[in-house]
Structure formats: C-alpha cells, structure tokens
C-alpha cells in the first residue's frame, strides 16, 4: 500500500508540477504547493497547515519565507493584534491555486474513466479512514 500511494502522489505532483511550470510558476517550492493550496481551500491558520505537514519550525519560516519572496504569500501585521502576523494568498498564489486545482480535476477525471465513481468514493473513505480524517479532504 505505500508504494502504491507514493505513486499516486506523484502522478499529482507531476500534473501540478507541469501545469505550474507551462504558466511560469516553476519556483514554488517543494511542499509550497500543499501550503498554498491549504489556504486556498480550507482557509486554514498557517500553523495548523505546517503543522500537517509536520515539519520543523525552521523549516517551516523558511518554506513561508520563499513564498513570500517569490510572491505566492503575503504577511501582514494582524490589525486586532500587533504581535501576530497573517498570511494571506496574493494574487499570485491564488492563481497557483486555481491551476493546481484544475491539474487535480483532470487527473480526477482520467480516472473516473478507468473506474467506477463508487469505486472513488470507497478509495476516498478507505484513505480519509486511514488518516484520520473523517472528511475525506
């Protein structure tokens, strides 16, 4: 089972990764993508979606850090508190967002051709079961 999910995540990775590179977002870094996607999609705290992806603090501020630089993030000083900062998508990041999402339906949809949405929809729940999560997202 987990070199067949390693596999799966590639063939996403490796949509998104084309689609983002034909439009001229070939610099996101790696794990950039779930971040950016995370806020896009869930608008989720930052620290809840770094802490998905389980790294470290310092790895994290400078996987925030190159997305800021290179545009896909904005930080900004929270107006209610002065001590807390707030990432939000730029206008750059939300178009990364809508093109990784658009990746995602056409790999999606090549496989609704090869098998039966019932099946999906067993897959999806096997994997939300798996992880925990019980909302398949």
Not at 31 to 49: K, M, Q, S, W
Not at 59 to 82: H, I, K, P, T, W
Not at 117 to 128: M, N
């Amino acid at each position: 089972m987990p070199a067949l999910l390693r596999a799966c995540r590639k063939v996403y990775a490796d949509a998104i990764g084309a689609e983002l590179a034909r439009e001229g977002h070939d610099d996101v870094p790696r794990n950039g993508v779930f971040v950016i996607g995370a806020i896009a999609r869930d608008c989720l705290p930052l620290g809840e979606v770094i802490a998905q992806l389980g790294m470290s603090k310092q790895a994290a501020g400078q996987l925030v850090d190159a997305l800021v630089v290179r545009g896909y993030l904005l930080r900004e000083v929270d107006a209610n508190d002065r001590r807390r900062l707030i990432v939000r998508l730029s206008e750059r990041g939300r178009a990364v967002a809508v093109l990784a999402r658009g990746a995602v339906a056409r790999i999606d949809a090549q496989l609704a051709q090869r098998v039966s949405r019932e099946w999906i929809e067993h897959t999806r729940a096997t994997l939300a079961a798996l992880t925990g999560d019980d909302h398949g997202g």
